[in-house]
């Protein structure tokens, strides 16, 4: 089955500052790729996603690349803020619609 | 239009009883999937549900079993509790089953087992 690495496991940045999210998974038959964010206490929320037939995505401050020949994704924040502290997952999802995460990511926002 | 609930909120239980979480997707939402989530350990697939039907299932023992209503209603039991059940249980629901379709999570089910 498909199994999605996640790193690093916290980050920690001052405010203003860029903060990377890697991930790689191990099935090529993997065509989804979302990124949801949990704040403390609150449910997860899908902040952005990509499908396998585009390489990058923006959102304003975010932004997600995939290299399926490498079998890795990254999210990138920039311009860093407060409320951007949370827990961030990846995910990749087969064929069937499963999804199945990383192991989360805790990024924390100093001023 | 309201989010995905579950019910109940909080749930404390001792080892060996049995537990059942309920999930309400979001009006039109035909699939339910299930998570575990423990510190650490990320969200682990439980299974999924669409119409009526379970669709998916992850890598947990039979203790876990599911069922979903024709109103796509959906409910998760555990039976005979483990102290290494307690976790927070998440549900999310999706328009319809299968690749790229966005989940929206409720805001779960604290169980503890004592």
């Known amino acids: 089955g498909e199994n999605v690495e996640q790193h690093p496991s916290t980050l920690s940045v001052q405010e203003g500052d860029s903060a990377v999210i890697k991930c790689t998974y191990s099935?090529?038959?993997?065509?989804?790729f979302p990124w949801y964010k949990q704040e403390l206490g609150k449910r997860p929320q899908l902040i952005i996603d990509?499908?396998?037939?585009?390489g990058e995505k923006k959102d304003q401050r975010i932004a997600v690349t995939l290299n399926k020949t490498a079998k890795h994704f990254s999210l990138h924040i920039t311009e860093t803020q407060p409320e951007d502290s949370a827990v961030y997952f990846c995910?990749?999802?087969?064929?069937?619609?499963?999804?199945?995460f990383g192991a989360g990511t805790q990024v924390v926002v100093t001023p | 239009k309201a989010g995905v609930t579950q019910t109940p909120r909080y749930l404390i239980k001792t080892r060996g009883q049995q537990v059942t979480l309920s999930c309400s997707p979001i009006?039109?939402?035909?699939?339910v999937s299930w998570y575990q989530q423990t510190p650490g350990q990320g969200l682990q697939f439980l299974f999924e549900?669409?119409?009526?039907?379970?669709?998916n299932k992850g890598n947990f023992p039979g203790r876990f079993s599911g069922r979903q209503f024709s109103n796509s209603r959906s409910e998760m039991n555990v039976s005979t509790l483990e102290l290494g059940d307690s976790a927070l249980y998440l549900c999310?629901?999706?328009?319809?089953?299968?690749?790229?379709?966005?989940?929206?999570f409720g805001s779960g089910t604290q169980l503890s087992v004592l």
């Open positions: 999310a629901s999706s328009l319809q089953s299968g690749e790229g379709e966005k989940l929206f």
């Open positions: 099935d090529s038959a993997s065509n989804y």
């Open positions: 990509i499908r396998s037939n585009v």
């Open positions: 995910a990749a999802g087969d064929s069937w619609g499963k999804l199945q």
């Open positions: 009006s039109g939402h035909r699939s």
């Open positions: 549900y669409f119409s009526e039907t379970q669709r």
